[in-house]
Each structure stands twice: as structure tokens, then as C-alpha cells.
């Protein structure tokens, strides 16, 4: 079933895939695709103020999944052109999500893409469970640590992308608080 989400973007989610796909060579694993999706989402939030494709987050036992993405990944599609447009750009076999497509990247702002170049030069070299051990680290995860471990999923807050680890801070996501109090005046904003 497809998830309505006032402001989710479906072109991008789709590009976002396809490019995280592409830049692995035409194929990715699907967690490790969700996690950088994560990553870079958290990332564009903090520095501009805004994320990139406006999903719903839920933490989960493996870590953060875009919700509405994921579906899009499996094929859980209710409208034809939705459907059509996924299927033209990505397709999923097994765990690997494969690009079909080249990555249309007139649906993303000049921010957006810097900032999944950015995540993927800093994440590549992670595999998929890498990943998810890393994005245990983060508050917004880790305030559902203890739900999580017997299954289930919780939804997590943006606001939370804004808090810092308390171990192991990567320079990534290491912004000045100054600078990372404007961003969240302006996500508020705009919410």
C-alpha cells in the first residue's frame, strides 16, 4: 500500500534510488540504498534547513527506514503512474535494487546533490549491516532502542535529526550549533 505524505516527493525518492544505484555501478543492495537515503536526508536537514525527498521515518531493529521509499523499492505501489514511473527507472531482485534508467537529476536542487555525493564519497564503503550499526549511534534511533530489539517499528521525529551522538560524532554531521540552530528555525518554518 502506498503511504500519502503531504510534501513526500515520489520522483525524487525514485531518483535518489536510482542514483545511489547507479553510483554503485547500476546495482545496490536495498538496506544499504534506505540507509544512505537516511543519511543523506539527515544530512541536507541539518545544513539546509530542509530534507530532500520528505519521507516518514521509523526506526526499526536494523535502523531507519524511509518508509514510503521502501515501498517504492518493493514494487507497493497503488497509483498506475507511480507504477509505471518506478518501474521505468528501478527495478528489485532478490535484496538488490537495480537501475533501469538514467537518474533524472533535474527533479533535485543543486544542495541535493552535492549533499548524496557528499554521503556517498564519506558511506560507500560500508555494506549494508555496517550501515545499520552505524545508524545506531544517532538519537533518533537510539530513543527507540530498547522498543525496537523485540520487533516493531517506531515512528521517529525530524526534530531528532538535528541532535548530535553522544559517542563517536562523525565530521559529517558535526555542524556549529550556531549554524545548526538557523537550520532548525527554518525547518520549523517551513513545517
Not at 176 to 183: A, K, R, Y
Request: with cysteine; aromatic share 14%.
Amino acid at each position: 500500500m502506498s503511504i500519502s505524505i503531504l510534501g513526500f516527493d515520489f520522483k525524487k525518492a525514485t531518483q535518489a534510488l536510482n542514483f545511489f544505484a547507479t553510483k554503485e555501478g547500476g546495482k545496490i543492495n536495498k538496506m544499504k540504498v534506505l540507509k544512505l537515503i537516511w543519511l543523506s536526508e539527515r544530512l541536507h536537514l541539518r545544513i539546509y534547513g530542509r530534507p530532500i525527498v520528505n519521507d516518514v521515518y521509523f526506526a526499526m531493529k536494523l535502523g531507519p527506514v524511509p518508509s514510503v521509499t521502501k515501498n517504492i523499492v518493493e514494487g507497493v505501489l497503488e497509483e498506475e503512474w507511480e507504477i509505471i514511473y518506478r518501474n521505468t527507472h528501478l527495478s528489485l531482485e532478490g535484496l538488490v535494487v537495480f537501475s533501469k534508467a538514467f537518474v533524472q537529476e533535474n527533479v533535485f536542487s543543486k544542495t541535493d546533490i552535492d549533499v548524496m555525493n557528499k554521503v556517498y564519497s564519506d558511506f560507500h564503503k560500508y555494506d549494508q549491516f555496517e550501515l545499520s550499526d552505524i545508524s545506531h549511534k544517532y538519537p533518533e534511533w537510539k530513543k527507540f532502542q530498547s522498543l525496537v530489539e523485540n520487533g516493531g517499528r517506531y515512528q521517529m521525529n525530524y526534530a531528532d535529526f538535528f541532535l548530535n551522538p553522544t559517542e563517536d560524532n562523525d565530521t559529517i554531521f558535526n555542524q556549529e550549533e550556531e549554524f545548526l540552530s538557523d537550520s532548525q528555525e527554518y525547518f520549523k518554518g517551513i513545517c
